[in-house]
C-alpha cells in the first residue's frame, strides 16, 4: 500500500496537491477504489481510497484515522556541522529520519568548511524517507545556527558532545543516557570541534561522548548517534 504526505488533512475528503497527484495517477496507475495511506506529519496515519484519480487534484476518501501512529518514548535532536560534500549531509538527514529523529539543526563550527546547506531539498529528502519508513512525525530541519549560539539556548534532556577525545576522557552514550529521556547530540565536522568549543560545551552541560574505537566521519557519526539512541530505547 503506498503512503503519502497530506500535512493539511483535516476532512474526510482530501485532494492531493498536483506534484503527488501526478505520482499517484501518471506514475503508479492507481485506479478508482485503489487504498491509499496518509501521513500529516503530526502523528496521524490515514486510511483511505481513491475516488477520483485526477492526475492534477486526485481526491481521497479518508475511511479511517489512527492518532499517536509509531510514537516514540523519547525524543532526539542532533546538532550537526554541514559539510563540503552536500550529498554526504544529505545522506545523514535521509538514514536518520529513516532510523527516527525529532530534530536536525545544522551548526557552524569552526573548523567547518561550507557553512550552507539546501534547505528545500533537505526537507524533500525528511518527507521522502518519512514516508519510506512509514514514520508519521515529521522531522523538523531547524535554521542553520552558529554553535555558540546553540549551546546558549536552554535544550531539554540529556545534553552530549561527541568528538575525538583528544585527552580520552570520553563516556559512552548509554552510560550517560537514559531509556526514555530526551537526547541532544553534537556532532562536529571533518576537523571536529576546536577545543575551545569542547570548554565552552561543559560550561553549558554538555557531556563528552565516543561513538567507538572508531574514528568516524561527520554523516557517519551522526547515524550511529541517532542509532545508539535508537537501540537504547528498544
Partial sequence: MQIFYAPD?????????????????????????????????????????????DPVQCMIKIEK??????????SLHIAISPLKNPDRFEWFIEKSVEIGI???TPV????TEKPSIKTERANNLIISAMKQSLKANVTI????MLFSDFIYHNHPGTLMIAHC????????????YKKGEKAVILIGPEGDFSDGEIKASAIKGYIPVHLGMSRLRTETAGVAACHSIYFINQ
Fill in 108 to 111: 557552524i563550527c569552526r573548523n
Fill in 65 to 74: 484515522v489512527i492518532p499517536g501512529f509509531e510514537k516514540r518514548n523519547y
Fill in 141 to 144: 530541519l531547524n535554521n542553520t
Fill in 102 to 104: 525529532d530534530e536536525i
Fill in 9 to 53: 488533512v483535516a476532512a474526510d475528503l482530501y485532494t492531493l496537491d498536483e506534484r503527488e497527484s501526478k505520482h499517484v495517477v501518471r506514475v503508479l496507475r492507481m485506479k478508482k477504489g485503489t487504498e491509499v495511506k496518509l501521513i500529516d506529519g503530526r502523528g496521524n496515519l490515514y486510511e483511505g481510497i481513491i475516488t477520483d484519480p
Fill in 165 to 176: 577525545g583528544r585527552d580520552g576522557n570520553l563516556s559512552s552514550i548509554k552510560d550517560v
